[in-house]
Nanobody
Framework: QVQLVESGGGLVQAGGSLRLSCAAS????????MGWFRQAPGKEREFVGG????????SYADSVKGRFTISRDDIKKTVYLQMNSLKPEDTAVYYC?????????????????WGQGTQVTVSS
């Protein structure tokens, strides 16, 4: 089975940047899309953005457009979430997820594997 491990979270001041990584291991398929989600306390897990198998970004949530960028390294089997101009409302646990498909979807049920999450805290 596929295993996903997120890293790179931490505490940052508003306006700062972080880059999250999600490394895949195990029996990874040839074609898979990756999504990033986040969940704040008391909130539903929400879609942040995703990248398809070809490397193109499928979509971003409106709340992060222009600030977050997703990329992937197929050799390292790693997907990245570059977060710039961070806001306190970006504070959440961030999860990466993998889907046996070339295309990104925005619903959590569409993904087959999930990482354990990494905490991102943005202070004022």
């Amino acid at each position: 089975q596929v295993q996903l491990v997120e890293s790179g979270g931490g505490l940052v001041q508003a306006g700062g940047s972080l880059r999250l990584s999600c490394a895949a291991s195990g029996r990874t398929p040839s074609n898979y899309a990756m999504g990033w989600f986040r969940q704040a306390p008391g909130k539903e897990r929400e879609f942040v953005g995703g990248i398809n198998w070809s490397g193109g970004v499928g979509s971003y949530a409106d709340s992060v457009k222009g600030r977050f960028t997703i990329s992937r390294d197929d050799i390292k089997k790693t997907v990245y979430l570059q977060m710039n101009s961070l806001k306190p409302e970006d504070t959440a646990v961030y999860y990466c997820a993998a889907r046996y498909s070339r295309l990104v979807v925005t619903n959590t049920a569409g993904y087959d594997y999930w990482g354990q999450g990494t905490q991102v805290t943005v202070s004022s």
